[in-house]
């Protein structure tokens, strides 16, 4: 396993604006972290990966490891056509739920077809597709049909709260494609996107059991925080000690000696 790490824009909800993709950035550069984008700024309906943000959003993450989170706006099959190029243009892979992949979770799947002119995009423009933890007996399911083509996003918290399977389960079914990661915590009861080392949260042996499966596999994986405020800086603090100083995960990221005065202050 070679693990890097990336934030969700999720972070920032609340303190976003049309001015802070540049400070939001530049303040995860300086901690050597990269960015996993959100779609959109939490509650307003423009889209990042539209054609005429790409100068903004190439310059914004110079230098970073990017990855995208999918339109989740039911995107057509043109708009998906536009997020793989601009995934292609960010050098990032595109994680998408079921439901944006055009694979309602509710109902037994009978066709493929819009899924498959995605990955048949995605695959023109080398960009890697990873579905997002969903209902573990479609995601093999969906996994099977399309092979190396699709790769999994394994949502830490969406599984533990999963009444039917079992967070060891999950592990042992999909732990050999998984690509992506989104490290959160939770409770058990609802999906609060608290840091991971939540006192009463995931317990320490699932965290152990899904490292110790993760090692046993040759796959290049982006580990993403996914958590919502209070303080960003708080939450990346929190994070990293309990996954690199408890739980000893590998390749801790670093601080950028030229960024050691960077800070986080919304626009």
Not at 87 to 110: C, H, M, R, Y
Request: aromatic share 10%.
């Amino acid at each position: 396993m070679r693990i890097k790490y990336v934030v969700s824009t999720m972070l920032f909800w609340w303190r976003e604006n049309h001015l802070s993709l540049e400070p939001e950035c530049q303040f995860l550069k300086s901690l050597g972290l990269g960015v996993e984008l959100w779609p959109n700024i939490k509650g307003q309906r423009e889209c990042r990966y539209e054609r005429q943000n790409w100068p903004r959003l190439a310059a914004a993450t110079e230098g970073m490891l990017v990855s995208m989170r999918s339109r989740n706006d039911d995107p057509t099959l043109e708009q998906w056509a536009e997020q793989i190029e601009c995934a292609k243009l960010l050098d990032a892979n595109i994680v998408t739920d079921l439901q944006s992949f055009g694979i309602p979770e509710s109902i037994e799947v009978d066709g493929y077809d819009f899924s498959k002119e995605i990955v048949k995009i995605a695959e023109e423009n080398n960009v890697k597709l990873c579905l997002e933890t969903g209902n573990l007996a479609k995601l093999k399911k969906l996994g099977d049909k399309f092979g190396s083509a699709v790769r999994y996003c394994f949502d830490v918290g969406y599984v533990n709260l999963d009444p039917e399977f079992t967070f060891t389960e999950y592990v042992d079914q999909l732990g050999g494609r998984i690509a992506h990661l989104h490290l959160t915590d939770n409770y058990g009861h609802t999906d609060d996107h608290e840091p991971p080392g939540l006192r009463g949260g995931i317990s320490r042996r699932n965290w152990d059991y899904l490292l110790d499966a993760l090692s046993r596999y040759d796959n290049d994986i982006i580990g993403s925080f996914e958590m919502c405020p209070c303080m960003p800086d708080v939450m990346i603090r929190q994070a990293s000690e309990f996954l690199f100083d408890e739980q000893k995960w590998p390749n801790r990221p670093q601080k950028q000696p030229d960024f050691v005065s960077a800070t986080y202050n919304p626009v």
